[in-house]
Structure formats: structure tokens, C-alpha cells
């Protein structure tokens, strides 16, 4: 399967914890999203990577999250000290340059108890 | 900022009929994608249609269909010959054609979840 891929696909964390996700984009794709998504909504974006530069923090992206795009290859997504808040799916996305459709992994449905 | 209202939370169709599901958005810019995105039940999201905005032609991909009113700013696509495989949420999207970092992110409506009837 060559599409995005995202690990884990669940995480059970304690409120105060930190959680770490990660994003396989499909190969070759220079841009990767991540977005939030709550349940009986649509997803909301967070952050942008061209490449391994990240262009695009949203002001839902708190000082406590963090991401990074090493090599510009995989993405992870880092959030500290967690808050039932964050219960959330965590969606990727990637796409080639000069393509406006995103592709979309599995996410990670973050539960906070 | 763009906004996307899907003011239709669940709608339910027969197998082998059409349905409609509505969208509109707000905007100030006069060039963007409009795209329709499927998430089944438990998995991923799925590009379902695409339109560009200086397209006067609407998209169709098979059965599913939209009718891209430019100045009413509203978008809907349609099922035709609905199946059981189509039942999931469908959320539309917007995307500015800007090149600023910005301006790649989708705008997702928040949905509406369909249910095709055996």
C-alpha cells in the first residue's frame, strides 16, 4: 500500500502525558498537513511542511504541540501535557507539487482520560 | 477567511436514487478549489470530486456530479444511482489557489452524514 500511512491508529493517554504521532506521506509528496478532527465535525487544520520547512502554524496549534518534518520525509507530531481537550482523530495529509487535492492517511484517534 | 456551511447534518437515500447534498462558502477571492471528500465509517478520508473555480463546466466523475454556482457561492454534488458502499460522511472543502503557505490548507463544512437504504 503506497498511501499515507499514520502510527498508531489509537492512543489511550492519561490527562498530563505526552503522545507522539507519526505520518508516513506517500513517496514523493513535498507537502504534509496535519489536521484536527472532533467527532461529528469537519477536520480543522494545524500545520504545513514544504519539504522539511514548516510554512503554516495554525492558532489552534498551542505552545504544548509540536511538529517536525526531518529530511522532509515522515512527519511526527508532538503533544505535551495533555488535556482531555486534545481527545481528538489526528488526520495527515499529503500532495505533490503543484496539486491542489490533498490525500488523507487513517489518523490517530487520540482518547485523553 | 473562508468559511463552509453544510447545513444538511444527515441525509438518507434509497438504493438506486439520486440525493443532493448542499454546500456553501464564503469568499472574497474570485479564483479556489471546491472539493467533495467521503469518510466511510472508521476510515480514511477519499477525494470524491474536484472543482476549480474559473471552470464554468461542472465536475463529474461517474456517478457523482456537482453544480458549481460561482455567484451564489454554493456547491452540490449529486449521487446518482446510489449504492450501499456510498453511505459515510461527506464533507466539503475549500482550497484558495494562493501560494502562500497559508492558503494550502483545506476549509472542511462540517459534514453530512449519508445513509443509503436497502
Known amino acids: 500500500d503506497t498511501g499515507v500511512s499514520q502510527d498508531p491508529r489509537h492512543k489511550i493517554t492519561k490527562r498530563g502525558q505526552n503522545v507522539t504521532f507519526r505520518c508516513d506521506p506517500i513517496s514523493e509528496h513535498n507537502r504534509l498537513y496535519w489536521y484536527r478532527q472532533t467527532l461529528g465535525q469537519g477536520p480543522e487544520f494545524l500545520t504545513y511542511?514544504?519539504?522539511?520547512?514548516?510554512?503554516?502554524k495554525s492558532r489552534l496549534l498551542s505552545d504544548r504541540f509540536s511538529a517536525e518534518r526531518p529530511k522532509g520525509s515522515f512527519s511526527t507530531l508532538e503533544i505535551q501535557r495533555t488535556e482531555q481537550g486534545d481527545s481528538a482523530m489526528y488526520l495527515c495529509?499529503?500532495?505533490?507539487?503543484?496539486?491542489?487535492?490533498?490525500?488523507f492517511g487513517p489518523g490517530t484517534r487520540l482518547t485523553v482520560t | 477567511a473562508q468559511t463552509v456551511t453544510q447545513s444538511q447534518p444527515e441525509m438518507s437515500v434509497q438504493e438506486a436514487e439520486t440525493v443532493t447534498l448542499s454546500c456553501t462558502y464564503d469568499?472574497?477571492?474570485?479564483?479556489?478549489?471546491l472539493f467533495w471528500y467521503k469518510q466511510p465509517p472508521s476510515r480514511q478520508m477519499i477525494l470524491v470530486i474536484r472543482q476549480e473555480a474559473y471552470k464554468q463546466q461542472n465536475a463529474t466523475e461517474n456517478r457523482f456530479s456537482v453544480n458549481f454556482q460561482k455567484a451564489a457561492k454554493s456547491f452540490s454534488l449529486k449521487i446518482s444511482d446510489s449504492q450501499l458502499g456510498d453511505a459515510a460522511m461527506y464533507f466539503c472543502a475549500y482550497r484558495s489557489v494562493r501560494s502562500s503557505g497559508s492558503a494550502r490548507q483545506l476549509t472542511f463544512g462540517s459534514g453530512t452524514q449519508l445513509t443509503v437504504l436497502p
Open positions: 469568499t472574497s477571492e474570485s479564483d479556489y478549489y
Open positions: 511542511f514544504q519539504n522539511e520547512a514548516q510554512l503554516e
Open positions: 495529509a499529503s500532495s505533490p507539487r503543484g496539486w491542489s487535492e490533498q490525500y
